[in-house]
């Protein structure tokens, strides 16, 4: 079946980047996803990218796709401790589809 | 700001009372919503699709008679969890889908069954 998979955890250091990576199974995702989980609160879409697309930079996010390794990352440049948060990846065939979810990233951001 | 809401945040409840969680679509129609569980520490996993005008579609472990729900209108899913169990204490999180492209999310309800 469908699998999403992403490290548990990571730290890093105020002002520095992070990248978050995400490995997922199903080649016919059309879509990949990145929320953003605040403690004790709902998903937040951070940002998504179509899987014809290498790269998408929203702001400070970076999103790089490279679908014949099915890897996905999100990189967060200059870091603040407002980002600690949990980020998940997600693939689905499109919107009005179920997603898939990975377990989840765990970013600690020291000051 | 907010385009999906649930209702209630919170609740808690005695063992063996049902629940009801609302999931509201605050600027859009949706014929297609979506309820997952989360569990500390994990990952959310989809419990069934909620499909106005029509039955919804459950997950493959999920029990409907236990779960019930309902989507009243193009804006209004609702989630009942008959007769809570303490096993059943989550974290439970609607979807909306929005176009082709995004689905968002409502804040999530934390049942706690006592």
């Known amino acids: 079946g469908e699998d999403v998979e992403q490290s548990l955890f990571l730290s890093v250091r105020e002002g520095d980047s992070s990248v978050i990576n995400c490995t997922y199974t199903?080649?016919?995702?059309?879509?990949l996803y990145w929320y953003k989980q605040e403690p004790g609160a709902g998903l937040q879409l951070l940002t998504y990218?179509?899987?014809?697309?290498d790269m998408k930079q929203d702001q400070r996010l970076t999103v790089l796709l490279n679908k014949k390794d099915k890897h996905l990352s999100l990189r967060i440049a200059d870091t603040q401790t407002g980002d600690s948060a949990i980020y998940f990846c997600?693939?689905?065939?499109?919107?009005?589809?179920?997603?898939?979810f990975g377990g989840g990233t765990r970013l600690m951001v020291k000051p | 700001g907010a385009v999906v809401s649930q209702h209630p945040s919170w609740v808690i409840c005695k063992s063996g009372t049902s629940v009801k969680i609302e999931c509201r679509s605050l600027d859009f129609q949706a014929t297609t919503m979506f309820w997952y569980r989360q569990f500390p520490k994990q990952s959310l996993m989809l419990m069934a699709t909620s499909n106005e005008g029509s039955k919804a579609t459950y997950e493959q472990g999920v029990e409907k008679d236990k779960f019930l729900i309902n989507h009243a209108s193009l804006t209004l899913s609702t989630l009942t969890v008959t007769s809570a169990h303490p096993e059943d204490s989550s974290f439970y999180i609607c979807?909306?889908?929005?176009?082709?492209?995004?689905?968002?999310f409502g804040p999530g309800t934390r049942l706690l069954v006592l």
């Open positions: 997600a693939e689905g065939k499109d919107a009005g589809n179920m997603l898939t």
């Open positions: 979807s909306v889908p929005r176009g082709a492209e995004t689905q968002y």
């Open positions: 199903d080649s016919s995702s059309t879509y």
């Open positions: 990218i179509f899987s014809n697309m």
